[in-house]
């Protein structure tokens, strides 16, 4: 788990290397898989507000995600500004060029490595989530795929119009206190930028998407008291959003703790392996399918065996009990307060989380 502000002496022995940019000498680390016959994708990763690039070489293991992803990992390093390590998204008023850099790391990378140009990937948490949209904004014509997480768009990016489509993934939990859902923040007691819902409007317009989403819910597979729900707009270049209700302002990537794995969900949707539907395969080992979630009420269940559903609220009391059918059952959950309850199969124990809005 990450937060925005990190601060930590490391032990690390990953080499870090030195890119001369500016009269500046600005650090990155690269990992490339153990083993590659023919050009990588690469993929950059870029930290939060003070953080560094050691520590995340240690939190994230990035030798291991370029071995299993057979793709080069490059982890650049922010400059320090008002004694924090930042980029430059446009948060605040700098001259450090930022975006420059790190077009002018990759041509110079391409120079050293058999690197797929055609295959370039930004994401990055927080701080780093704001400068990975900075990215896709005025170097998507150079970038396949972003994936920013819990990072807003500014108002001066705002402003500008994204120089081609590009592929979008932004993941962001609705009770992050620090880059709020709705772009302010309570931890720095301001606003910060767009609002989610405003960053979805913006990457529909420059991406030229359709207006209605394809909405989907992650499996339950973990008891992590959230929900993961995935919004997908289909146009010149897709369009997708992670709303993890619940969420904080953290990076999940435990798959022993959560539903889901941020990174893998990531390497995913680049690689065009993400679709209208969440896990199929997951999905049809749990004995119980449900839609639509979140709903205002009206839910459809689709149950393997006939028996005993209870509906739990996060304290895990029941409050209402039903008696379905195998195959189809409708359910009105309409009389029941807003919020997230737990729908479990009482025969073969088997539970979706479910939120009412």
């Known amino acids: 788990m990450l937060t925005l502000l990190l601060f930590f002496t ?13 009269g500046t ?3 990155y680390l690269v990992r490339t898989p153990s083993e590659y016959n023919e050009t990588m994708p690469v993929l950059f990763f870029l930290h939060g507000l003070g953080d560094n690039i ?40 700098s001259n450090i060029d930022d975006s420059g850099f790190l077009m002018a790391l990759l041509d110079s990378l391409a120079e050293q490595y058999p690197v797929n140009l055609d295959s370039v990937f930004f994401t990055g948490f ?41 592929k979008m993934l932004h993941i962001h939990g609705t009770t992050d206190p620090v880059v709020g859902y709705d772009g302010n923040s309570q931890y720095f007691g301001m606003n910060l930028g767009l609002g989610v819902e405003a960053i979805l409007n913006y990457w529909q317009e420059a991406n030229h998407c359709v207006d209605e989403p394809v909405v989907d819910t992650f499996p339950n597979l973990q008891n992590d008291g959230l929900l993961f729900v995935r919004y ?31 990174l893998n969900e990531i390497h995913k949707f680049f690689t065009k392996k993400e679709g209208g539907n969440v896990g199929v395969d997951e999905l049809e080992q749990n004995s119980i399918k449900l839609w639509p979630n979140p709903t205002s009420g009206e839910i459809t269940i689709e149950t393997a065996t006939e028996g005993q559903l209870e509906v739990m609220d996060m304290l895990g009391r029941i409050v209402v009990k039903y008696s379905v059918q195998s195959g189809v059952n409708h359910i009105n959950l309409g009389d029941l307060p807003q919020g997230m309850y737990f729908v479990k199969d009482e025969t073969t124990g088997a539970v979706c989380k479910i939120l009412i809005q």
């Open 10 to 22: 490391t032990t690390s022995k990953a080499q870090v290397q030195h890119f001369a940019w500016q």
């Open 25 to 27: 000498q600005r650090d």
């Open 54 to 93: 050691t520590r995340l070489d240690n939190e994230f293991h990035f030798q291991q995600v370029a071995d299993d992803f057979h793709w080069m990992m490059v982890v650049p390093q922010a400059m320090q500004q008002s004694g924090y390590t930042m980029w430059n998204a446009g948060l605040t008023s």
């Open 126 to 166: 927080s701080m780093g989530g704001f400068m990975t949209h900075r990215m896709a904004i005025e170097h998507g014509d150079r970038i396949t795929a972003c994936a920013p997480v819990s990072g807003l768009i500014t108002y001066s990016l705002a402003a500008q119009t994204a120089v081609a489509p590009v």
């Open 232 to 262: 997908t707009y289909e146009g010149d270049a897709t369009l997708q959003h992670i709303k993890v209700i619940g969420g904080n302002h953290s990076w999940y990537h435990n798959e022993n703790q959560y539903d889901i794995s941020y």
